[in-house]
């Protein structure tokens, strides 16, 4: 074979990853491509802060390849058309690219796959690229996918992991092929101030020091809110800028309860997966149907107006609710919280929030995203569907003395301690000096006054 083509969607790096490694190995020259797709902006997914990333992103792979000879090919346009294009004007005989578990991903594949067999080129798709389990690998007796985690935990825990694959000493390109500008973070508007820079060297850079400083204390701290000792790995999961299988392994290495932990979370991504895999309507529709009469109307619409602000008068609420606006990222803890409380006390369909969300989240992945607010509204996996998180006590319970909050909410910065998650219950004088709003609702009354019929449709 003379020539490969190698297409980069979600999995943006040089090491670890098994289309390039086998394109490289089978022929002398190879075609690293990423197309930047206009369907991908008209479905949405193309906001501010994602387009930042991924521009770093694309930049530090072309350093990647640059460094091993070779370069990244952009092209803008539809997808299947130009792989085509470049796949006539060099000849290549296969195509190399990773699996993926949305309805575009899967669309793509499959048209990509009818054009170029009909051209006589070959498709290869590689398994357990973005996934440490391949979604669909995995499945119970009587069902295509797990419905609940933790036997989906127990069978993944025992599958043999792939060892992670070195990047290639040497990357071939045609010197003739067309490329066009890389996209630079510095020509977007509206991205979060605080968004962490792309990557794959900043990723891995990320996830050795993490190991080595903070995964001992995961376990026991995973959820303090002002500790924050997450790895903050999930952008560079999302896009492929690390290997989930990698980092799989040097966890394990790394050994403890921590390790363990944080492995864990990473088989919570796998389990999404598979879940959107098998049904790919989960996107937008109920996994598990509960008949809710989500609130409409204006006084809806003011309230979600207020949550997307961080101004519901629930302080942690408020600090999470910014920190996402501030860094295109949030706490996971801050997510639940945040979720609950949209969807449980504000009674406001969980679409609106998971739209939201995609909308600031760097790492906004479909299935992560959608699947864990249906885990919070009580229409997903989860198996209590009743579960109701309480602002306050989250708020006491994972910020105790109020570190966060104070942090995301400078209005409250003069209250100590706990108290700063009950600024109601200071004196009217002394909330008066506080530019800071009263709580939208009560949260003794709220959801059961929403479900007797206020606002519902």
Not at 121 to 136: I, K, Q, S
Not at 202 to 223: F, I, N, P, Q, T
Not at 407 to 420: I, K, N, S, Y
Request: hydrophobic fraction near 40%; aromatic fraction near 8%.
């Amino acid at each position: 074979m003379t020539v490969s083509v190698v297409l980069y969607t979600s999995d943006l790096r040089v090491h670890d990853h098994p289309p390039l490694r086998a394109a490289h190995e089978g022929a002398w020259e190879v075609v690293p491509v990423f197309v930047r797709d206009p369907a991908v902006d008209r479905a949405g997914f193309a906001v501010p802060n994602r387009l930042a990333f991924l521009a770093d992103c694309l930049a530090d792979l072309d350093r990647g390849l640059k460094d091993r000879g070779g370069r990244l090919v952009v092209r803008e346009g539809d997808t299947v058309t130009e792989v085509l294009d470049l796949v006539r004007q060099t000849g290549a005989g296969e195509v190399h690219m990773a699996d993926g578990v949305t309805r575009f991903a899967r669309a793509r594949e499959a048209r990509l796959r009818r054009v170029l067999e009909a051209d006589g080129c070959r498709l290869y798709v590689h398994d357990g690229v973005t996934d440490v389990v391949p979604a669909g690998d995995l499945t119970p007796h009587g069902s295509d996918h797990f419905a609940v985690f933790t036997p989906y935990y127990k069978r993944w825990a025992d599958v043999p992991c792939r060892m992670p694959l070195a990047a290639p000493g040497a990357v071939r390109v045609p010197s003739d092929v067309r490329s066009e500008r890389m996209p630079r973070r510095s020509a977007l508007a509206d991205v979060s101030p605080g968004l962490a820079a792309g990557g794959e060297r900043e990723g891995r850079k990320r996830l050795g020091s993490w190991l080595s400083e903070h995964v001992d204390a995961y376990e026991e701290r995973h959820d303090d809110l002002a500790g924050d000792v997450t790895s903050r790995l999930s952008p560079y999961l999302h896009f492929g800028a690390v290997s989930a299988v990698e980092a799989v392994h040097r966890a394990r290495k790394r050994g403890g309860a921590g390790a363990e932990a944080f492995v864990r979370q990473l088989c919570w991504r796998d389990f999404h997966h598979q879940v959107l895999a098998a049904r790919p309507e989960a996107a937008d529709a109920d996994y598990r149907p509960r008949h809710d009469r989500w609130r409409r109307g204006a006084d809806m619409e003011a309230d979600l107006a207020a949550w997307r602000e961080g101004r519901t008068g629930y302080p942690v609420v408020d600090a999470a609710m910014r920190q996402l606006a501030h860094e295109g990222w949030m706490h996971n803890r801050g997510r639940l919280i945040a979720a609950s409380f949209l969807t449980k006390t504000l009674y406001i369909d969980w679409r609106e929030g998971a739209h939201h969300f995609l909308g600031l989240l760097v790492d906004g992945d479909v299935a992560n995203n959608q699947l864990n607010w249906q885990w919070v509204a009580g229409t997903g996996t989860d198996t209590r569907p009743q579960r109701v998180l309480n602002p306050v006590r989250q708020g006491k319970r994972y910020d105790p003395e109020g570190s966060y909050v104070r942090h995301w909410v400078p209005e409250l910065a003069g209250l100590d301690g706990p108290a700063v998650h009950e600024p109601w219950r200071l004196t009217a004088l002394d909330r008066a000096a506080f530019d800071y709003p009263d709580p939208l609702v009560e949260l003794s009354d709220g959801l059961a006054r929403f479900r007797r019929g206020r606002g519902v449709a």
